[in-house]
């Protein structure tokens, strides 16, 4: 059983599902995004990793 409907084009509503995420440039700290960013931070700000070193560890005081 057909209807008119089944025989449209299907409308363009997500596609490319997720939609990709795009927190707000001075709120990505923020609520609701901040769990998103916080797990995303390199697609966001620039960062670098920083090595350790070889010596032991010491307490920050």
Do not use: C, K
């Amino acid at each position: 059983m057909d209807s008119y409907r089944n025989s449209d084009a299907r409308p363009p509503i997500m596609q490319g599902s997720p939609p990709a995420m795009v927190p707000p440039r001075l709120d990505w700290d923020r609520p609701p995004w901040n769990r998103w960013a916080f797990q995303h931070i390199r697609e966001i700000l620039p960062t670098a990793e920083v090595w350790r070193g070889t010596g032991h560890r010491h307490r920050l005081e």
